[in-house]
């Protein structure tokens, strides 16, 4: 109930509070074909509730993007970026 309570759309709340809670399976199962870095990156992403979700820059500190990112060669653009 209390992380009903943290979406801001009463439609939404009232939508969720129709279905019971259930424990997820994780993407074990589904994905047993893929790393374990990469199902782990899928699972924190792709969290119901948005305030446990992963955050942009927790991604990219992820171990997923060890050994692929280089954060020497990235360039912080000077303003937030548009895409119409």
């Known amino acids: 109930e209390e992380r009903i309570e943290s979406f801001h759309r009463k439609d939404c ?21 893929a790393p374990l870095e990469a199902r782990d990156m899928l699972e924190k ?9 992963i ?4 991604a990219f500190e992820h ?4 050994g692929i ?7 912080l653009a000077p303003n937030i970026i548009c895409l119409d």
């Open 13 to 33: 709340k009232k939508y969720l509070r129709r279905f019971k809670e259930r424990a997820g399976t994780g993407f074990g199962e589904r994905f047993a074909h």
């Open 45 to 53: 992403m792709l969290c119901f509730y948005p305030e446990a979700r």
């Open 69 to 75: 990112r280089d954060p020497a060669k990235e360039i």
């Open 55 to 58: 955050s942009v820059g927790q």
């Open 63 to 66: 171990e997923l993007f060890h």
